[in-house]
């Protein structure tokens, strides 16, 4: 069964940037799509972007479009999420989530994937 483990969190000043990884451990890049998703303390968890793995199509929240870039690496099974101009809002535990069911739109609830990271905290100080 694959894991998904992720990296690259830590804490930056705003207007920064940080680059989040996600790799899948235990098997080939399975999943018909990878998402990131965040929770911040005392909120729900929000989706933040999405990569198909069949063509590569990427969608992205309102709140991070034009920030944030999420991108595939199918040689070293991992997705990346660059994140610039990073705002203190963006301070949250962003989760790595894959989903095996083929989708026309990326899922936005999390209730729609099927296997999830550990997450890693990112922290924005103004």
């Known amino acids: 069964q694959v894991q998904l483990i992720e990296s690259g969190g830590g804490l930056v000043q705003a207007g920064g940037s940080l680059r989040l990884s996600c790799a899948a451990v235990?098997?080939?890049?399975?999943?018909?799509?990878l998402a990131w998703f965040r929770q911040a303390p005392g909120k729900e968890r929000e989706f933040v972007a999405a990569?198909?793995?069949?063509?590569?199509?990427?969608d992205a929240a309102d709140s991070v479009k034009g920030r944030f870039t999420m991108a595939r690496d199918s040689a070293k099974n991992t997705v990346s999420l660059q994140m610039n101009s990073m705002k203190p809002e963006d301070t949250a535990v962003y989760y790595c989530?894959?989903?095996?069911?083929?989708?026309?739109?990326?899922?936005?609830?999390?209730?729609?994937?099927?296997?999830w990271g550990q997450g890693t905290q990112v922290t924005v100080t103004s």
């Open positions: 990569i198909r793995r069949s063509d590569e199509t990427t």
């Open positions: 235990g098997q080939s890049f399975g999943p018909a799509g």
């Open positions: 989530a894959a989903v095996f069911l083929y989708y026309s739109v990326a899922p936005r609830s999390p209730n729609e994937y099927d296997i």
